[in-house]
DNA sequence: GCATAACCGAGACGGTACGTCACGTCTTCGA
DNA sequence: TCGAAGACGTGACGTACCGTCTCGGTTATGC
């Protein structure tokens, strides 16, 4: 099989599927091995591929588990139920999922871990997942302030402020409710946590 | 009558200040080296104690780990500040500042990770940390009970289900703040969010 | 001044089984795990005693080994059978049958081995295996030459050299044989090595 | 047609001078240490080689020692001095003086007891120490049947059986009267042992 | 007859080496 | 020119024994 641009470069051209065997290899050993049982030999021989080679591309372990677990998180959907609560309760429940297959429980918390004495790492997490996925968050406010089931924004600042506190209070809730409290996050706790949620969020400030 | 007194144990009995060393040479590693680099020779060393001597009272790096950070939280207090919004705010606070220190950052989130995949580590972490200190939200809501700021309890199993939901709430929003999204749980973001959190809470069901 | 009079000492004295009973743990455990992997722990372990008991009564492994395969030997016995071959006939096949139990073959030339840079131990093994053992030659060969099979001693100093030159050609021999060449002692080797060996011997001087 | 070029493999070749280097620094460590105190640890330090290189080309310490030992035995020449008597006298002085040196001392016997337990060990001493130092009984004995010393070979299997005697014989004789008798396999000793032997082996069977 | 003193079992202690594993780098060859 | 294969130095792993040291408890003699 000859390569698509055989004029481009001299010399061998680079595998292109390398890169997605790689990520998701990295997710198969993180299901059966979990993080701290994770090799880069191990991850190279199931993407069929030399250790080098992941080095020529992820500096590290880290690295390679942050990128192989974003790719996780941009499944997730915010549903149009008709209510605010509604919406919230559908994509909290599609997170619950998430945290509950074992190559996002393993990876997502270690690598957590491990930014915080690395900063750069932590950007990468904060670009590639936390901002990412802000998305939801912010579309379900201004869906929910079309129904005016939210006041609307006054000050853009503020507005930040109030997504920000949002995010934290919902993904640390069902972070910890799943991981540490080691409870499922399942529909009724859903519904008694976002009653308290939006009980505080709709109020007038 | 106590059988288990151990003193009973023939042999020669466990030196008793190796532990404390022990405990306070592992968090001076955390904060030097964090979890990943911490190495069991290097505590061993720095606690001026036989890595054999580790080996024979904990079963690894997670469980060590573990019991250095668990101390630390016994540090917390609940201040009597007069409302149960102060009060929170207090405790909050503290728990920030525990977030903070770095054998803690380091240590927390890694035990965490590595309990997604040892059942054991997970009790272990649950027992001598997360059920401990839920006596900080019992003491509160009993507090403000007494001060008419919440409604009295009906249904026990009710009551359990609010206290656990508020320690999930209120760890998991500090901990994303404070780890996650890498902003700083101070005074202001603290009080925006215990508004939100007690507006919810102080609805009747 | 009583030093040699154990009995008058006072405390308890020195269990008069154990000692039996560690020799014979010792030549158990060699045969099971030879002298390489042969633990003090295990030694004392089987013979129902405390590991600091078998360090008060000897310095080390090498010197409870010498002890327990010292024993072996002296089950030797010089047959009489007639003629000088056939003694020696005999007595080599009892020792070819000795070095072929695994206690006897592990043990030995490990000691000996060690010996190589240990003079005290060498000295050990001297005294309480080959000076002991060398009575079967001195009484191979008075017999031998009241039978007028070997020409009487003259120089009582030549004699003792030759002493240990046969002692020195026969051992070394049945032991080279047998655990170096790996090849069995048996009778018909036995029966060409002593024609050799007689008809140098028997020569006059 | 050799297929088995180790050339052809892929992957980096293995280094060359590693094992000349290890070799030498084994011996030199059998000197200063003896055999039961060295330590692969120390060896590959001495030869500036990582520990897993030598986990990587050699079992363990025994073959290590084997293949370290079985070098200096190459050394031994036969030499011509123009008769039996004075060719074996030279060959023998050069085994007495090998034997004395400690890098010898120490390792032979050591792995000769370990092979007790270990038939690998035992072939591996066999084939690269005894059958191949065998040659300089062959020589001795054709050319001392050139010479009209010895009787000329009737049978074949004969002829094997009284070369694996000779060798026990030779052989055992030094080495025991060097290490367990521990006195010196001098002139004097060795021409005594020589008489005795060729007055034996002479005589027609 | 009862203190004294050496013994005993048990087992924790500081060490040292083990043999294995993964790291991240390097060298070689083949495509 | 890239990638696979794999050897390399490094360093931690968790285990096993070492030889020493407390412990509490057990015999013997000798005052």
Known sequence: MQSRTPASRPGRPRSATADAA????????????????????????????AKTTLY???AGKNE??????????????LPD?????A???????????????PECR?????????????????????????????????????????????????????SARTIDLTFDMVAGAVVHRTLVSGKPADGPWIRSFIRVLLLGLSAPA
Chains 1, 2, 3, 4 share one sequence.
């Open 22 to 49: 790689i990520l998701a290899a990295t997710r198969e050993a993180l299901v059966e091995l979990g993080w701290s049982k994770l090799t880069l030999q191990d991850v190279a021989m199931r993407a069929g591929v």
């Open 56 to 58: 020529r591309r992820w």
């Open 64 to 77: 390679l588990v942050v990128d192989a677990v974003a790719e996780l998180f941009d499944e997730l959907r």
């Open 81 to 85: 139920a008709g209510s605010l609560a």
């Open 87 to 101: 919406d919230i309760e559908g994509v909290v429940l599609q997170f619950a999922a998430l945290l509950d297959r």
């Open 106 to 158: 393993s990876g997502l918390m270690a690598v957590v871990a491990e930014s915080t004495r690395d900063e750069p790492l932590r950007e990468r997490i904060r670009a590639s997942v936390v901002e990412r996925q802000k998305r939801l968050v912010v579309e379900g406010r201004s869906r929910a302030q079309a129904r005016g089931e939210l006041p609307p924004e006054s000050d853009p600042e503020e």
